[in-house]
């Protein structure tokens, strides 16, 4: 089995292409190993030295390293290993989860999202997941790649919410949420910056 592998827009991320489809449709983010309960392919590559969160697509799997000074030899390695004996066994990808009735316009917003911004995003080796709306504010998630990098702001103001708004008059704005982990790095990384430049 021959996969391949492809540079993200961020350094830190690396998509791997099996050559078969990985999900087939749809997306499924795993941001620590504690949520990759109900995949086992997630649960092996977690278990690789230096992998800090696994992103499925529907034909590729995007690994995000942990930090900078780790090297991607080994961890690209043993990726490749875990991901052509996951497909050798023939194991699912994933053991099924469930899903909520929408009303119509969280559906459209929904459809948009999958079919107009979230193949663009993926190209990246990234993946908008939707997050709730309430009050005209839809609230998005932006994983796989796009976690922490510098554009994926601009992207989600400027391209996500002005395509919304123009076919969602409900529509008032685009909200970045981030989960606890995700504000707890933030606050962190804030209070570093601001040390450094003491």
């Known amino acids: 089995m021959s996969i391949k592998t492809q540079d993200t827009p961020n350094p830190q991320s690396l998509k791997f292409l099996p050559g078969k489809p990985v999900l087939g449709t749809g997306t499924l983010d795993f941001p620590s190993p504690s949520s990759a309960g109900c995949s086992a392919l997630a649960r092996n590559l977690f278990e690789i030295e230096g992998v ?4 499925f697509g529907p034909d590729f799997i995007t690994v995000t390293k942990t930090d900078e000074d780790v090297d991607w030899t ?7 290993e875990a ?3 996951f ?5 699912p990808i994933t053991t099924p989860g469930h899903s ?4 119509d316009i969280v559906s459209m917003i929904k459809e948009l999202l999958d079919t107009r911004i979230r193949p663009t995003v993926q190209e990246d080796g990234g993946d908008v997941i939707y997050k709730g709306f309430e009050d005209g504010t839809v609230k998005l998630k932006l994983v796989g790649s796009c976690t922490g990098c510098p554009s994926s ?7 996500i919410q002005n395509m919304l708004q123009f076919y969602i008059p409900e529509v008032g704005n685009v909200e970045q949420v981030e989960d606890e982990v995700d504000e ?3 606050k962190v990384f804030t209070e570093l910056e601001r040390k ?3």
């Not at 080994?74 to 490749?80: E, N, Y």
């Not at 497909?87 to 194991?91: L, M």
């Open 74 to 80: 080994d961890i690209k390695r043993h990726t490749l």
């Open 184 to 186: 707890i790095n933030a």
């Open 196 to 198: 450094l430049q003491e």
């Open 153 to 159: 702001t601009v992207t989600l103001k400027n391209g």
């Open 100 to 103: 909520e009735d929408d009303d």
């Open 83 to 85: 991901i052509a004996t």
């Open 52 to 55: 800090k969160s696994v992103f």
């Open 87 to 91: 497909f050798e066994s023939g194991d």
